[in-house]
């Protein structure tokens, strides 16, 4: 007669075989849950350098400064985005660091020198992303080495500058010159060249307002001037004549503002410093020249401007009255009250300043339609009421040293010049 097993014991195996099963589907659970919360960090942390690359890149323009203004630029672009579950402190872990921003020569080789950076890789590692269900696990089976608390995710971006398909010109259109062909149109690099504010008002003009969408709309007008992507030679331009209500967001580039303006969303750019015929009387290479006899003692060229955070007249925040940017450099600014402050502590330029005042121009032919693009420097802020104003000619935008970073789409052969992910 055989023995019969006892229903105690019975259920003693089914509960082994029961908690067996349950570890089991523990270390599954772990491996769906933890491991895709590292994958969701590490997409997070991927962005972040991929934004912090395309940042720093878009500022490697061979100036002196430039590699400073990458890491600046590259930092704060990178930190705006969430990581770790979309933590916007990054779960107190460690935002990027200027450490973790390092720039690359033409044959990719390591530099910190400004003049041979050409490309931006940003590498950073993200510790002590904590582990859920895979911690339990090893607590339970008492291998906590396979199974620790906490893992680190790390990624990394290179980008440099390359020839855009599409571009974010500002809208005004340049005309070559008589017999001018490119690259340049006739225009000779550091020429100061008007802005017909009437647009018909003098001949002989070689540049004037123009709506990238083929409009005549003022309205439109000014919502290009604060950023219009997706241009592209070929495209047929419009003529809207005399446009007053862009003064405000041209201006903003200069840090200046009415009551209502603010830096910190109107950015400027690293500096204000305008120039003019009576503060430059050289009226030539405003970008990295020198000034000229009977210059104003303020006069420094751009590139040293930029560097130093300076204000419109780089005296401060005046407006108006003496020694101020109205005096300096002979424009009436009425109802503009304020200027960014200047200087390298915690400035409004310095600390809300980007690249706006290179900007790229449409060049059109006689019917109106975008045959090349050139890089400008916006010398001086629109005056009120309007006057002519003026623009230095740095090149054209799609030559590989030009000062000029637009936005747009990648994988032209011979478009302006954007950042773009190349690792």
């Not at 003049?115 to 582990?131: D, E, F, G, L, S």
């Not at 410093?273 to 503060?279: G, I, K, Q």
């Not at 300096?328 to 600390?351: C, D, E, R, W, Y």
């Amino acid at each position: 007669m055989k023995a019969r097993r006892s229903p105690r014991r019975q259920r003693g195996a089914m509960i082994i075989t029961a908690a067996l099963f349950l570890l089991f589907l523990l270390g599954f659970m772990g491996i769906a849950l933890d491991f895709g919360r590292l994958f969701v960090a590490r997409t997070e942390l991927q962005t972040a350098v991929d934004s912090c690359a395309l940042a720093a890149a878009a500022e490697l323009n061979g100036e002196s400064t430039a590699i400073n203004r990458a890491r600046s630029s590259g930092q704060t672009a990178g930190n705006a985005n969430n990581v770790n579950l979309q933590s916007a402190t990054w779960s107190g872990q460690g935002k990027l660091t200027t450490a973790d921003i390092t720039f690359r020569d033409a044959s990719y080789a390591a530099t910190t020198a400004s003049a041979n950076a050409r490309y931006a890789q940003c590498t950073h590692t993200q510790p002590n992303i904590k582990m859920w269900l895979m911690q339990a696990v090893g607590a339970f089976s008492g291998d906590t080495a396979g199974n620790p608390a906490t893992r680190s995710v790390a990624a990394s971006a290179v980008a440099t500058r390359a020839s855009a398909q599409t571009a974010c010109p500002i809208p005004v259109a340049a005309k070559p010159k008589p017999g001018g062909t490119a690259p340049n149109y006739g225009f000779a690099v550091g020429e100061w060249v008007t802005l017909i504010m009437a647009q018909n008002a003098a001949t002989g003009g070689q540049i004037g307002w123009a709506n990238l969408d083929g409009s005549n709309s003022a309205s439109e007008t000014e919502a290009e001037l604060n950023g219009r992507c997706g241009a592209k030679v070929g495209d047929t331009v419009g003529t809207p004549g005399v446009q007053t209500s862009v003064a405000d967001t041209w201006n903003y580039r200069f840090g200046i503002y009415k009551n209502s303006g603010d830096p910190s969303v109107n950015r400027p750019d690293y500096t204000g410093y305008a120039y003019t015929s009576l503060n430059w009387p050289a009226q030539f290479n405003a970008y990295a020249g020198a000034p000229g006899g009977g210059a104003d003692p303020t006069a420094q060229n751009f590139v040293t401007k930029r560097a130093a955070f300076a204000s419109c007249a780089d005296t401060g925040t005046k407006v108006k009255g003496a020694d101020s940017c109205e005096s300096i450099t002979g424009l009436s600014l009425n109802s503009f009250q304020k200027l960014a402050t200047p200087g390298n502590v915690a400035g409004g330029h310095m600390q809300y300043g980007m690249d706006r005042r290179f900007v790229t121009v449409p060049v059109i032919d006689g019917g109106n339609h975008v045959i090349d693009y050139l890089c400008m420097l916006m010398l001086q802020p629109l005056s009120i009421p309007m006057t002519d104003t003026q623009l230095e000619f740095l090149g054209n935008a799609g030559a590989a040293g030009s000062p000029c970073t637009t936005s747009g789409l990648a994988g032209g052969s011979a478009g302006p010049l954007v950042p773009v992910l190349v690792r």
